[in-house]
């Protein structure tokens, strides 16, 4: 039976009714609801929330997983197969987007973009190297997500040369901008319809993209209803190859049980945001499949060393032996994750493992406390959220295996806002907390810089190691590939030497869908693309 738009009303009212979903979940359609058959050209996904906007530089639930699908990026991620049949990118291989080649100048102080030409946007104006220019320096006005993307990228400013011609102008080398280009952001608009709805006061048409769209991607917002729903269709000007997917039906189903039933009764064709136990209990279903990674997201706990006992680096090692990694990715991740080897996912070119020295070692972790002035042990207490799952059985798993080396935990769970707010780079006042981290650009010294630098935005335990920072920042600013992974190596070992994370576990990234559903790519964002899918 097809699980078209008209074949899924049928499907999502009673199962509905079986699982007293919410009342997101009952939302109308606009074909009949003949209980089967239909096209099977609609893509219903079940969500967390409607998105809040489509402005990949503001951050809102649902907006990234969006604007991925509408706005095309000038280069794109080779693709490779993975392991279970699954496909990923491949980070050593970028290939052309919106941009059909490009060209770095003899100083590398430039790159050069030659555009595509005839690529027309949903509302049928044609690319330009101005409408390059505008959405960067639209994100640059900004100064959010896209102006790092353009500061850690060497970018000093985006000129037009000539129609299909753009050069990015940079202060440095830059062996990073070509794989930070793939990113959603900044995103490339149609200028001339943003324009139109653009006014002194709202110079970037920011209002109207809470609920619009003007890209030259695959597919374009078509309507938003707030709480329940966001319809979206294929653009029929894409450049690419058609879209299987005419339609995609992104549904508010805010509960993960919800999600898990709508799959399993044949109701919705993809869902987000599980639990691992979900994760294998859906591999049992009927009807369903799951597909895994590798991925890039790192589950950690941070110790800041401004604080006591963290300030000794003693400590920060004794707490990663004392560790049961074992036990954790058993326990708390139901075997599906792997062990995290130090600061870089092990998806990211220039990773070390061999650095790795913290296999689970309760008697080294006592005699590192004692010379650290602990001989009885020490008390120190973990903070965490809701803001994963995860976050409250890892340290429940910590809790109980540290003791066994004289480490007493006090678990304390903070409301999610206060984590958040907390683990920014304004504030950082967290003496030991558990946090999540993937880098969307799968490039060492970006992620390095992002995670283990003063500046990078997901230093959220004020580590400030000089001699890291350094290596760091010389290896993004030379583009010879075994200068970097030589520096970057040498980052990574002081890293683990100062132990200020416990490296926990990569988790990897896991889809659910309906077994009829083929094409999944990973994306280092953790968002599939609709235009890779199809029946």
Known sequence: MGRGLRGHVGRIAIAVAMVSATAACGASNPTDADGGGGDDDTLIIAALNVPGGFDGDVITPGTQHTVT??????????????????REVDPENIEPGLAESWEVAEDELSVTFTLR??????WGN???????????????????????????????SVEVVDTYEVRFNLTDPSPILLTALTLYTPSIYDSTEMKK?????????????????AGFGPYYVESVSAGSEAVFQANPNYFGDEPYFKTVVYRSVPDASTRVQLLQAGSVDWIEELTFQQLNELEESDGVKVQSVAGNFQARALMNPNYEPFDDKRVRQAINLATPHEQILENVFAGRAQQSLGPLPSTIPCVNPDLWSYETDVDRARELLTEAGYPDGVDITLEYSGLNWWEEPLGVQLQAGLAEAGIRVELQ???????????AITERDLPFFTFYEQSIVLDPGYSMLLTSTPDGSADRNAYDNPEVTRLIQEANVITDQEQRCDLINQAQQIHLEDASWLYSAEIGGHEAMAEDIEGWVWHPDNHERWADLSR
């Open 197 to 213: 709805h653009a006014t002194d006061e709202d110079p970037w048409a920011l209002e109207w993209l809470e609920t619009n769209s």
């Open 126 to 156: 044609e690319l330009t190297a101005e409408d390059v220019k505008w959405s960067w320096d639209k994100s640059l006005d900004q100064e959010r997500t896209g102006a790092f993307i353009a500061s850690v990228s060497n970018v000093e």
């Open 69 to 86: 699908q509408m706005y095309e990026p000038l280069t794109n991620y080779g693709v490779k197969d993975a392991e279970g049949g699954a």
């Open 117 to 122: 030409e005839g690529v027309e946007s949903n």
């Open 413 to 423: 769970r903070i409301p999610d806002a206060d984590m958040q707010a907390r683990a």
